[in-house]
Structure formats: structure tokens, C-alpha cells
């Protein structure tokens, strides 16, 4: 008989930054693998621009969760470090919610729930955006990494040779599965190159 699937938790939370998409992008993986529960939480900014960027209404992004938690609601299971939580990807991350979550502001379920990932030592993957960076940004990335969150800028790559924006944003979202160790074939990995190659 095959062995029961364990089910892991994955808590998505989506501000208020430019890339909605990423966001959207991982609850579409997440939601075509076995094994995973996602969590959804969006700030009040992180709807209107999954509305602006995607032309994505509340409930069609509701329903790439299996559960949808409100902002506003501190009291949700996954403000509490004994709700078992496997990871959360904060995609995209504002700068706001990235300086409330360097200074352990909890002042949201985001927020909060980022915050009880870090004091219970679990995986936290911020997908900052902003350009071009000012000093409070850089040392508010600094202060999360040193409380062992991962700061995992949605940055193109070109050596795979992207032809399209889905290959970009694939990429960068495939970056971030790694990093919680989900298993994926979202997008191509590097092969190495021919040792005479130019
Ligand atoms: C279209 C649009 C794009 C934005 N892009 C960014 C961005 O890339 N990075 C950022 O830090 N803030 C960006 N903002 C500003 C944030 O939405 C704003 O600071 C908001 O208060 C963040 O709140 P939140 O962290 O609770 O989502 C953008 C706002 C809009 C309307």
C-alpha cells in the first residue's frame, strides 16, 4: 500500500509591491502538488494590485488557495506559532511590510504571521521589489536575514535564455520552491556549459 502524502503547509502572502504575478504564479504550482496546504493572506495594497497588474478579482485568487485569511484578522491560525506552518513566501514583498517585518511590528496577519516564522525558526522567503534602493531598505534586508529570513529578490536571469515573460517570472518562482524544498519542474535548471563553450 502506498505511503499517506504528509501535508505540508505553506503560507503565501501577497503586499502591496509591483509583481502580483509571483504571487499568483506559486498558488498555481502550489495548488498542482500533492502534499501542500496553502494559506493565503493579502494586504489591502496586495489586492489592488493583483486587480491593476492581472485584471485578478478577490475570488479568483481566493480560489487558488485552500484557505483565504483576512489581513485584518490577528486572530486566524496562522498568527499562532502552534499552527505548523512548513514555509511562507511573501510574493511580492513592499518595502512597507518588509520594514514591518525587520522590526517585528506584527502589526497585520502578514505581518504577524511572518513574524511567528521567524521566532519559531521556519523557513521565511521575502521576494522584495523595489528600485532603485535607499539605505533603510538595505538595512532592513540585513536585519531579516540576521533573524534567518531569506531575502530572495525576483531578480531576471538570462542564461536560460527567457523568451517570454512567463519564462522570467517561471524562473524566479522556481528559485523560491527550492528554497522551501518543494520539488517542481516549473522551469529549466542550468546544465553547465560545454567546457569549450565562449
Ligand atoms: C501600482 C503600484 C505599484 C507599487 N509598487 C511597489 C513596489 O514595487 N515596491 C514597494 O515597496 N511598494 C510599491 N508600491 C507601494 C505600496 O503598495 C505601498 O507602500 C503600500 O502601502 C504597501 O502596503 P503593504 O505592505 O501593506 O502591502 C506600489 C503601489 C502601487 C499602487
Not at 57 to 74: F, G, K, W, Y
Not at 96 to 114: E, K, M, P, S, Y
Not at 122 to 147: Q, S
Not at 179 to 184: F, G, K, Q, R, T
Request: glycine content about 6%.
Amino acid at each position: 500500500m502506498a505511503e499517506p502524502v504528509r501535508t505540508r503547509r505553506i503560507i503565501v502572502a501577497i503586499s502591496g509591491a509591483s509583481g502580483a504575478v509571483y504571487g499568483a504564479r506559486l498558488l498555481q504550482v502550489l495548488r498542482g502538488l500533492p502534499g501542500i496546504e496553502t494559506h493565503l493572506v493579502v494586504s489591502d495594497a496586495g489586492w489592488r494590485n493583483l486587480q491593476h497588474e492581472l485584471g485578478m478579482e478577490r475570488p479568483a485568487a481566493q480560489a487558488l488557495a485552500h484557505q483565504v485569511h483576512d489581513v485584518n484578522n490577528v486572530g486566524a491560525a496562522i498568527a499562532s506559532g502552534s499552527f505548523q506552518c512548513h514555509a511562507m513566501v511573501v510574493a511580492p514583498c513592499s518595502m512597507r511590510t518588509l520594514a514591518a517585518i525587520a522590526h517585528g511590528l506584527a502589526d497585520n496577519l502578514l505581518t504577524r504571521a511572518a513574524d511567528v516564522m521567524l521566532k519559531e525558526r521556519r523557513r521565511l522567503v521575502l521576494m522584495v521589489r523595489e528600485t532603485p534602493l535607499h539605505l533603510a531598505h538595505l538595512r532592513n534586508m540585513v536585519a531579516v536575514t540576521e533573524m534567518g529570513g531569506i531575502v530572495c529578490p525576483p531578480l531576471p536571469a538570462f542564461y536560460l535564455r527567457p523568451q517570454t515573460v512567463d519564462d522570467l517570472v517561471n524562473h524566479s518562482v522556481a528559485r523560491v520552491l527550492d528554497l522551501i524544498d518543494v520539488e517542481h519542474q516549473l522551469a529549466p535548471r542550468w546544465q553547465g556549459l560545454e567546457p569549450n563553450a565562449p
